[in-house]
């Protein structure tokens, strides 16, 4: 059973239900040099930690905001005071940072070579066919919840997918219904997704080992889905025999699938900053979908294209384009061509004498 637990420490990366950024600077104080200068430029937190901070003089920050920040007398730089606070979402963040390194040290030793190797091993019409099938054992799960969430529409759209992938599909093996003339693509759909459907905020973020990231909304909603096959159904999806396997190959695939994007977030400034916000992202992007709001998370195609531009990128030698000038360049000084010396007039010659006249 620990072998299997530590194949699955990022198998909820790439699953659950989103989106990370550092502890963000809440007020920079800093004094003015005299009694004419201007108001101190102060940094409060916006909504939202993916939009840039804004600046503006401490005078206009709302006392109200002022409040929420304590000084820590810990963060003293000279005559500045620096204060930070942890995002709202985001209350245990040490503890979560903590997991999360944790849980990369362990992927990068343990998890990943195994992953890899899987890859390597098994042909990748072999992996993506016990991707379908494991998908396709699910679809009662996402038919319970379109039904939840009165789509009656959408759930028969479920039943007729998982119809025609056990019949034609053998068994879910091969994802028939996707493809024309039946254009039914899979729809992940859960309790979570139900709850959040309904309103239910998403809760404190949490990042646990072995899990990975997650909120409560998705732990409760998760529970739900735990127990409708087991219980529901009743054999084989509740015996050692079928949910051992089952788990081990799930995570296998999500750490195979997830990879690329686990690349982005490992070579950006943050890394648990960006899992963080990739993980809330995703998850928001899913529950807009049921209201109708674009089209759920970003396909798996759009990273490998990004990962491949930054590694074009790199092997050009620039990462980003270089920018054109705000102004017109100046050219530079022609250097002075050395003078010309000035004409000196020839001196008039004297007209020659005229020949004597010969006798």
Do not use: W
Not at 46 to 54: E, G, H, I, L, N
Not at 312 to 322: L, R, Y
């Amino acid at each position: 059973m620990t072998g299997v637990a530590a194949l699955a420490l990022l198998a909820a990366q790439a699953d659950g239900a989103v989106p990370s950024v550092a502890p963000d600077p809440v007020i920079v104080v800093v004094p003015a040099e005299s009694a004419d200068a201007p108001p101190p430029a102060t940094t409060i937190p916006v909504a939202s930690p993916d939009q840039p901070q804004t600046a503006i003089p401490a005078a206009e920050v709302p006392a109200a905001e002022a409040q929420q920040a304590q000084p820590d007398p810990s963060a003293v730089e000279g005559d500045a005071i620096v204060v930070t606070a942890k995002p709202k979402h985001d209350p245990l963040m040490g503890a979560n940072a903590a997991s999360f390194n944790l849980t990369q040290d362990i992927d990068r030793a343990l998890v990943a070579p195994i992953a890899m190797a899987y890859k390597k091993a098994l042909p990748k019409p072999a992996r993506v066919g016990l991707g379908n099938f494991i998908r396709n054992i699910s679809a009662p799960i996402v038919f319970i919840n379109d039904l939840l969430q009165l789509k009656p529409g959408r759930a028969f759209k479920t039943l007729a997918r998982f119809t025609i992938n056990t019949t034609i599909g053998i068994g879910g093996l091969i994802d028939v219904a996707k493809d024309k003339p039946f254009n039914l693509p899979y729809r992940h759909n859960g309790f979570a997704n139900t709850l959040g459907y309904y309103g239910v905020g998403p809760g404190p973020y949490l990042y646990i080992p072995f899990i990975g990231p997650t909120t409560l909304r998705d732990i409760v909603g998760g529970a739900v889905d735990g127990v409708v096959m087991p219980y529901g159904i009743g054999a084989p999806f509740n015996k050692a025999y079928y949910t051992i396997p089952n788990g081990a190959v799930r995570s296998l695939n999500r750490r195979v699938e997830f990879d690329c994007q686990l690349q982005i977030i490992r070579e950006s400034g943050d890394p648990y900053a960006a899992e963080r916000a990739y993980y809330l992202k995703k998850r928001q992007a899913e529950i807009d979908e049921l209201h109708g709001r674009g089209t759920g998370p970003e396909p798996a195609a759009q990273c490998e294209e990004e990962l491949t531009g930054k590694a074009k990128q790199a092997v050009s030698g620039s990462d980003q384009p270089a920018a054109e000038p705000a102004t017109a360049p100046i050219a530079a000084p022609t250097p002075a061509s050395p003078p010309v010396p000035e004409a000196v007039p020839a001196p008039a010659q004297e007209p020659a004498a005229a020949p004597a006249p010969s006798n």
